[in-house]
């Protein structure tokens, strides 16, 4: 069976000119008609559902509802061909050319677009397109399990590739997502499975392990000062040190945590 010439196709994203740089590009391609564009994921299920295009192009870091979100949302038999934009690391980018996802990365390729429609346009023309459906599902399924906040952590704080290390941490609390400024933070400690942001007098908990989050703050600001204590280096104002080889530091805020003898070498890094 021949490929499907002609496609119609969505626009997903969150950002205005994210969506107009893409129509143009996709405009200057043949076969492909854009017949509508949307800001947010909400609105996107309303349109996939009512103009059942072929090709949905869909932007995985969106406020509310974001990309993987939405295909969970759309019914097996409106699903269309979906082409994630992401701006993901390279670990996360792996992770969808396993699971048979076809994506572009942002800043998006003319040569790796046209691939991506060339791959729509073959997929449609075989007979299997519910199997295609259903393991698009599972492969999303499988990438919003990898890490219970870490995903969302890369979804919501701005962690675009070749930046190892957000500008803000997603605090997830009760449906409500907070986004904390890295910089703000003044120290974390530990709560059994919770992590205890503090940051600007206010408290912030989410559930990820002290591993997982020490990942995403940039170490030239953040050090380990015990195993369940992280404290933000330029907020330290004095350092005393202990007979039993342990330090107390005192930060701006008059708050006092304790540096672990395991960990009395981190020195360094306030001096």
């Known amino acids: 069976m021949s490929a499907v010439e002609n496609l119609t196709a969505v626009i997903v994203d969150d950002e205005p000119l994210a969506r107009r740089g893409l129509r143009l590009r996709l405009e200057h391609m043949s076969g492909v008609d854009v017949v ?10 309303e349109i996939i559902l009512q103009l059942n295009p072929d090709v949905a192009f869909v932007d995985i870091q969106m406020p ?6 939405l295909v969970q949302q759309i019914p097996l038999e409106k699903l269309p ?5 992401t701006a993901y690391d390279q670990y996360a980018v792996e992770a969808f050319e396993v699971n048979a996802v076809d994506y572009v990365l942002k800043p998006i390729e003319e040569e790796r677009l046209q691939l991506a429609l060339t791959r729509a346009r073959e997929k449609m023309a075989t ?48 449906g409500k997502i907070t986004l904390v400024p890295a910089r703000e933070i003044d120290w974390i400690d530990a709560a059994g499975d919770y992590m205890c942001v503090h940051a600007q007098g206010e408290t912030h908990v989410m559930r990820i392990t002290m591993k997982e989050l ?3 703050l940039d170490p030239k600001l953040f050090q380990r000062i015990h195993r369940s204590t992280i404290v933000n280096l330029s907020r330290v104002r ?12 005192v930060l701006d805020s008059g708050e006092c945590l304790k540096m672990s003898r ?3 070498s981190k020195v360094q890094h306030f001096l």
Do not use: M, W
């Not at 509508?36 to 299920?45: I, T």
């Not at 061909?81 to 934009?85: A, K, R």
């Not at 004095?238 to 530091?249: C, K, Q, S, V």
């Open 214 to 216: 020490e990942q995403q």
């Open 262 to 264: 395991s960990y009395k």
């Open 64 to 69: 509310g509802v974001n990309g993987l979100q």
């Open 36 to 45: 509508a564009e949307c800001g947010n994921g909400r609105e996107a299920l």
């Open 81 to 85: 061909q979906v082409v994630f934009v």
């Open 127 to 174: 007979a299997d397109i519910a199997i295609q459906r259903e393991q698009l599902l599972e492969a999303v399924a499988d990438l919003t399990k990898e890490s219970p906040e870490a995903l969302e952590q890369k979804l919501v704080s701005g962690q675009f590739a070749g930046s190892a290390y957000p500008d803000k941490i997603a605090v997830k609390d009760s």
């Open 238 to 249: 004095e350092i005393r040190a202990h007979i039993n080889g342990e330090y107390h530091l």
